[in-house]
């Protein structure tokens, strides 16, 4: 892996990991609209893709390598003292996930790197991707980020809480200013094939068979990437919630049985729905943030479903081009 070190003096340096992915990448091209930011993307493209970046440009450079690796992301940071992490790399997805617990275990080394590293080369703030799934099954509704208590029980779960906590520890003993986003199914044109509304629109334009664990009353609350996008860069640029987490997501829940409907109805298609067994674990039944601090961030009503249905399908789903 080489590195490059730039001659241009910009204002800001930032390095988001994992930044070929869906979310990531959505945000490193958002951040890279102002010129005075230069964005590095490290990602070791084990589930990004690179294609997911549309473009590289002097302000915004792609660099292989893989955060787990102390010796690589040491290297990067070194070469570039970057005043502001965004910490997105993760094995995702439940499927994935579930399959693969020990992979998932191996990205407790990504944080405590990035922790290590950012407080000895002067990183001002790390902005660290969780997840809903920090609060398990929930025991109340709305999901308040400060008061519900979190309820972790899958490697990937667990592995998004002992994250949460790494930054904690090392704001208090080290100073290291963190800001935690706790996701909620952020969905868009790029998210890849294996997540649900990918994988539901992908069978519904070829006509084939869209199947769904049990009877499909689990809930889920959908945010558009633009949404998700506007929200954490506002949060980074006004420095809001220093050393504190906010819920990322809609607010209005639907039925995986709706969503499929739904799907059906926009791409009028033939698919049948099959129901197959409920998954043994990782399935919850609801998901709904208490998103008010979000919504008052971007003061504006977040993307209904419906209209992010279609805006993926005129934009083109990306992962359809394997057809």
Do not use: W
Request: charged share 25%.
């Amino acid at each position: 892996m080489k590195t490059i070190v730039s001659r241009h003096s910009f204002k800001r340096k930032i390095l988001v990991t994992g930044g070929a992915g869906f979310i990531a990448s959505s945000l490193a091209e958002k951040l890279a609209q102002d010129p005075d930011n230069l964005i590095i993307i490290i990602d070791n493209l084990s589930t990004g893709s690179f294609n997911k970046i549309s473009c590289q440009t002097e302000n915004l450079r792609f660099i292989k390598g893989d955060v787990n690796d102390y010796k690589e992301i040491l290297e990067v940071m070194l070469s570039f003292q970057f005043n502001y992490v965004f910490h997105y790399a993760a094995l995702v997805g439940v499927q994935r996930t579930q399959e693969n617990p020990v992979s998932v275990l191996k990205d407790i080394r990504g944080i405590e790197n990035i922790c290590r590293i950012s407080k000895n080369t002067g990183v001002q703030r790390v902005f660290y991707a969780s997840s809903s799934e920090v609060y398990g099954e929930p025991v109340e509704f709305p999901q308040n980020a400060h008061t519900t208590p979190l309820n972790s029980r899958l490697p990937y779960a667990i592995v998004k809480n002992l994250g949460e906590a790494y930054l904690r520890s090392y704001s208090k003993e080290y100073n290291l200013d963190f800001t935690i986003f706790r996701f909620f199914n952020t969905y868009g044109p790029k998210q890849s094939k294996d997540f649900v509304i990918s994988k539901f629109l992908i069978a519904a334009l070829r006509n084939e068979d869209i199947t769904i664990y049990g009877e499909g009353q689990q809930t889920r609350t959908f945010c558009y990437i633009d949404d998700n996008i506007e929200a954490t860069t506002k949060i980074a640029y006004s420095d809001l919630f220093i050393n504190d987490v906010v819920n990322i997501g809609n607010s209005v829940e639907t039925s995986i049985i709706d969503l499929a409907d739904l799907i059906i109805k926009k791409t009028n298609s033939k698919s049948k729905i099959i129901h197959l067994s409920p998954l043994e674990d990782g399935d919850m039944t609801r998901r709904l943030p208490d998103n008010s601090e979000m919504i008052q961030i971007i003061n504006k009503p977040l993307m209904s479903l419906e209209k992010g249905l279609e805006r993926i399908l005129e934009k083109g789903l990306f992962e359809l081009n394997d057809f």
